[in-house]
């Protein structure tokens, strides 16, 4: 391969990676926020359960 080519070739390959780590960021995201969101929802049906036995 040519110098060029390879450049090209070793550019190609670094975008790529990186877009991958984004995507993995971005799920990584996402499931941190469903998790949140979960536990808001356990916390409030818990503080609902509390204040109906009191």
Known sequence: MNPIHE???RANVSAR???ARECRQGRRLARAERTSRRA???A???RLA???TL
């Open 7 to 9: 450049d090209l070739v």
């Open 17 to 19: 990676l990186g877009e």
């Open 40 to 42: 808001e929802q356990l």
């Open 44 to 46: 409030q049906q818990a």
């Open 50 to 52: 509390l204040a109906r």
